[in-house]
């Protein structure tokens, strides 16, 4: 073999390492992609219905009541009527988005349903004192954020729920006994737990899917809106956690869009009598 060749061939089998080299970090990055992306869907199991419900507003207001009856402490949404709806925002305080979706609140006069992190309120005390001040109704979304099947049901109460609704009662004046679960992930047995502790675990019925780069557009939202909004229907956004910046933008016409079709805007504690009581 002359040299040229014994080149040819270095050249070669540099250029086969290099191509599976970029096919392995491909492999490695798409699969990463698919977990965080299966994960997220597993994270809205809560919620999740199959295609066939999905297309009938009925059958899928249906299944959420269905589920909810199960348990006296446990929601998805309110009573078919009055034509109330809640908006809920979670994982705030943040520094960024809190202060505009307020602002945008006040300027439509909607009061809403925060339901903060403990981590974040030790943050930004100072907005989540301002979030109340408002008006709007602050509820327990975890210190941490953790997945409460990851943790016994005294540890949520321990760590989680107990030190939270010390810094709610601290910065907004508010007793609270209002729980989402973090993903709206929690197990039969801690919903019984809790709710024997006197606790309401609020979930939703209409998942604007703001934490989502793939359905976040905001004609995607408005449309799935649309599409699913129904009489007592909890909605799902995000006021930290991430960029928000589709959620801050989609809001006006949200509001806009749920007023036109003549929804009125209350907090949770509004919405389902039951709490109050
Ligand atoms: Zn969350």
């Not at 997945?147 to 049901?153: E, F, H």
């Not at 939703?204 to 699913?228: E, F, G, Q, V």
């Not at 909004?229 to 910046?245: F, P, T």
Request: charged share 25%.
């Amino acid at each position: 073999m002359n040299n040229r060749k014994i080149f040819n061939v270095i050249i070669l089998c540099v250029i086969i390492f290099i191509f599976l080299q970029i096919h392995f970090i491909y492999l490695l990055c798409f699969s990463k992609i698919q977990r965080v992306y299966s994960s997220q869907e597993e994270n809205i199991s809560a919620h999740k219905f199959s295609e066939s419900e999905k297309n009938i507003r009925p059958d899928f207001v249906e299944t959420i009541l269905k589920k909810q009856e199960k348990h006296t402490n446990f929601y998805f949404a309110g009573p078919d009527s009055p034509q109330q709806i809640a908006l809920t925002f979670d994982d705030g305080p943040s520094y960024k988005y809190t202060p505009v979706i307020l602002d945008i609140l006040e300027e439509y006069d909607v009061k809403a349903t925060f339901f903060m992190l403990g981590k974040q309120i030790k943050k930004y005390p100072d907005l989540a004192a301002r979030a109340a001040q408002k008006g709007h109704l602050i509820g327990n979304h975890t210190y941490s954020h953790e997945r409460m099947k990851n943790l016994s049901s005294q540890e949520i109460l321990d760590k989680e729920i107990e030190p939270t609704g010390k810094l709610i009662k601290k910065y907004t004046g508010q007793k609270t006994n209002l729980i989402r679960p973090p993903y709206g992930d929690i197990k039969e047995i801690q919903i019984n737990f809790l709710s024997e502790k006197g606790y309401y675990i609020i979930n939703w019925s209409l998942d604007l899917r703001d934490w989502d780069s793939c359905y976040n557009k905001p004609k995607i939202m408005l449309d799935r809106t649309a599409k699913y909004i129904h009489s007592g229907a909890i909605l799902l956004l995000h006021d930290g956690g991430g960029d928000r910046s589709l959620t801050v933008e989609v809001l006006p016409d949200l509001i806009e869009f749920l007023r036109e079709n003549n929804y009125v805007f209350v907090t949770v504690n509004e919405l389902i009598e039951e709490i109050n009581r």
